[in-house]
């Protein structure tokens, strides 16, 4: 439904000539319950942290290329609206980034450079098939003893 709006001449206190707005069939909360959900959430780690750091980090500035070529190629591949490309803060997997995890499958990509970026949206986001390449061996996945950790 479309919302509408009527504007009707009125006189306000201390002016000439006013106006009323009324606004007909609109409820934001109706309009955005007419909103698909997203499809997918991508989340790709902007975490910084000092070169000194005891645990490595995703960015070495808080800029991702990453990020920004997931966020065009996806826009090119029809998926605005239905796909949203996130930047977040640490996810903990550090010793793997720079990290990736795409939602509802919960699947978590390490090492992750912008060239992969391409591959991550035709073959993951828009076909459906992760990159398995690129994924974070189960082994390691939140688990204490990682051989990646020291
Ligand atoms: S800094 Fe990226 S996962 Fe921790």
Same mark, same amino acid.
Request: glycine share 10%; proline share 12%; hydrophobic share 30%.
């Given at each position: 439904m479309n919302p509408t709006m009527q504007i009707h001449p009125g006189h306000g206190p201390g002016r000439t000539v006013g106006f009323t707005l009324e606004l007909h069939n609109f409820n934001r909360s109706q309009r955005r319950s007419h909103l698909p959900p997203f499809e997918r959430h991508v989340f790709v780690c902007h975490?910084? /942290? %000092? &070169?000194?750091?005891?645990r %490595?980090?995703?960015?070495?500035?808080?800029k991702s290329d990453l990020h920004t070529r997931l966020s065009q190629l996806s826009k090119e591949a029809g998926l605005a609206g239905r796909v949203r490309i996130n930047k977040s803060g640490c996810l903990d997997q550090c010793e793997h980034g720079p990290n990736v995890v795409v939602y509802p499958e919960a699947v978590?990509?390490?090492? $992750?450079? %912008? +060239?992969? &970026? *391409? *591959?991550? $949206? /035709? +073959?993951?986001? $828009?076909?459906? #098939?992760? $990159? *398995?390449?690129? #994924?974070i061996a189960d082994a390691c996945l939140n688990a204490r003893n990682c051989p990646h950790k020291d």
């Open positions: 975490n910084v /942290r %000092p &070169a000194d750091a005891p %490595p980090s995703c960015t070495s500035d808080g978590w990509y390490g090492g $992750v450079r %912008p +060239e992969d &970026a *391409e *591959e991550i $949206v /035709r +073959e993951h986001l $828009v076909r459906g #098939r992760p $990159v *398995e390449r690129l #994924r």
